[in-house]
């Protein structure tokens, strides 16, 4: 797929009719002082400010209600949107979390003539037969079922007729918007707005390939092979194309239909246990989770066995991300608001030139919120609404896969709860955080790699220096200046009080990190345990050897 590629120059004329209709709409729904507010005023704007302001308390949902006008672009883009809560208030970010990707199902003559060109044959050829009624109908592909000459059923996933004619237009005019406003407005010097679009395009461009769907399935089903509570559908490699994608049907009722789930018989506790036991692997042990999970996404099936469906959007986390996530959740746990804006910044979450005080002082009301109440009696829901605040008021720039990853948490627990309103997910997640944990402290081949790589930079670093000193004698042989600001003894001074400095701050790291860890290897085994226990001895046993050192030498 060659992609959806932006313009190198801003061309507003050539597509003067479909910015007239964006600007039209967002004016229509109370956005006109946006417009009028732009220090410079393009061309095509200057007809549109007659249209009557709205509620300012009514415009988070207009801003919805004229995304959805607008079409699959702007659809797509207010779902991203919907992931940064540093770029939009919390109002904002609730409405867009609303967003719906339905619309109006196209003609069957017209997705079999897509069908058909994919194929390259007759759906004779292929299909015994084809249902035209749409499972589903979403604003950039339509679902139908249909059977194979093998007799299995399928779903089929058409991408839409001349959707990316549209899109390519709509995101041209996206990325000239993002310049424009990047160089003419206070928001562009806080965020690169030209980046956010092109990082949208991106995006777009791999939904709308659906091998790298397939791919996803395919991912699923191999981290699920050995899991038999967990069914991720069969990709008919043979018939998928970039535009069409054809799947094992599964049979089964939707997650959320309770009735229907106590009516069929199945276990909502061993089903809401299967769904916590899914996303908890694919967070915390995969780092590659379902960003979509809806109740349409996942079905019960016999055996409560759970299927899941639809691997369009996904998100991924590294190893680093997950640890910087337990991390992030111990420091809460302890409501240590100091230990959580540090970590924040740590992760680059938070500049290094914020206001710690004012940050920790936020942080500190937040938490204290919470003071008191069990972790099972926590919502993800009521979290994510008093975090969003703290974020939009200090600019927290989370990963884009944090905030994706705290959705699809929270729209899990909304189906756990009605699965099981007793179900303690944070007891259930316990050991595989403490595996995770551990895991960390294991000599595994991350450290053996991470140790050759720095042992490599010293070995190359020596193999440099005779290099760098013949360089340093020629100059002086040549009489040419070498600017030195420090004498020897001020070099040995600095060298000595700086490895004084660097054995203290490594000491301190080594001491707290092992008595963090001290409470979390009780159930590791006293080999673990010991080695903990000594390397936390040994730490202290230094640190007090540093401080004699420092007493003696004044």
Do not use: C
């Not at 996206?174 to 092109?198: C, F, K, M, S, W």
């Not at 608001?337 to 540090?342: H, N, Q, S």
């Not at 004698?473 to 040419?480: A, N, T, V």
């Amino acid at each position: 797929m060659t992609g959806i590629k932006f313009p190198t120059i801003t061309r507003p004329i050539r597509h003067l009719q479909r910015y007239r209709e964006i600007l039209t709409v967002f004016t229509r729904h109370g956005f006109g002082f946006a417009v009028s507010s732009l220090p410079t005023e393009p061309f095509w704007l200057r007809e549109l400010h007659s249209f009557s302001k709205l509620e300012r308390t009514s415009l988070p949902s207009h801003f919805r209600q004229a995304l959805e006008e607008l079409g699959p672009a702007f659809v797509k883009l207010g779902q991203v949107l919907s992931t940064r809560p540093d770029l939009l208030p919390p109002d904002y970010i609730r409405e867009l979390s609303r967003l719906q990707d339905e619309v109006q199902p196209v003609s069957w003559s017209e997705i079999e003539e897509v069908i058909r060109r994919e194929l390259g044959r007759p759906l004779e050829d292929v299909f015994d037969e084809v249902n035209t009624v749409p499972l589903a109908s979403a604003s950039l592909a339509q679902v139908h079922r249909a059977k194979l000459g093998t007799r299995e059923l399928v779903v089929l996933k058409v991408q839409r007729p001349n959707i990316l004619r549209t899109l390519r237009t709509d995101l041209e005019i996206i990325h000239d918007i993002a310049r424009y406003v990047q160089n003419h407005t206070p928001l562009g010097q806080v965020y690169n707005l030209v980046e956010i679009a092109e990082d949208f395009a991106d995006t777009l461009n791999r939904e709308l390939d659906y091998r790298a769907e397939g791919r996803n399935a395919d991912r699923f089903r191999h981290s699920f092979a050995d899991d038999a509570g967990v069914h991720i559908p069969w990709v008919y490699w043979e018939y998928t194309t970039e535009r069409l994608l054809v799947l094992e049907y599964l049979e089964g009722i939707k997650i959320d239909r309770i009735e229907e789930i106590d009516a069929a018989g199945y276990d909502r506790d061993q089903i809401a246990s299967q769904s916590a036991h899914m996303i908890i692997q694919e967070v915390l042990q995969d780092g590659f989770f379902h960003a979509d999970p809806h109740p349409g996404n996942f079905i019960v099936m016999q055996g409560n066995v759970i299927g899941a469906m639809d691997f369009g959007m996904v998100g991924y986390l590294s190893h680093t991300d997950r640890v910087n996530l337990i991390q992030l959740y111990n420091v809460a746990v302890q409501m240590n608001a100091r230990g959580a804006a540090e970590e924040l910044i740590h992760i680059g979450a938070a500049p290094p030139d914020v206001d710690r005080r004012t940050l920790t002082r936020d942080l500190e009301r937040l938490l204290q919120r919470y003071y008191g109440l069990g972790l099972r009696d926590i919502r993800l829901q009521e979290v994510m609404e008093d975090v969003m605040p703290v974020v939009f008021e200090h600019r927290l720039k989370l990963p884009s896969n944090f905030w994706l990853l705290a959705k699809t948490l929270a729209m899990m627990e909304g189906i756990g709860l009605k699965l099981a309103p007793d179900f303690d997910v944070f007891a259930f997640s316990q050991p595989y955080v403490q595996r995770l944990i551990l895991s960390t402290l294991k000599p595994n081949s991350r450290w053996i790699s991470d140790t050759v790589r720095r042992g490599l930079s010293w070995v190359d670093l020596v193999d440099r220096l005779p290099h760098a000193g013949q360089l340093i004698i020629d100059r002086l042989e040549k009489r040419e200046p070498i600017t030195l600001s420090l004498d020897m003894r001020s070099l040995n001074y600095i060298d000595r009080l700086v490895t004084r400095l660097a054995l203290s701050l490594i000491i301190a790291g080594m001491i707290v990190g092992m008595a963090t860890l001290i409470p979390t290897v009780a159930e590791a085994g006293w080999v673990v345990q010991a080695a903990v226990i000594i390397s936390f001895i040994a730490a202290v046993v230094m640190g007090f050897a540093v401080l004699w050192s420092i007493v003696r030498k004044r």
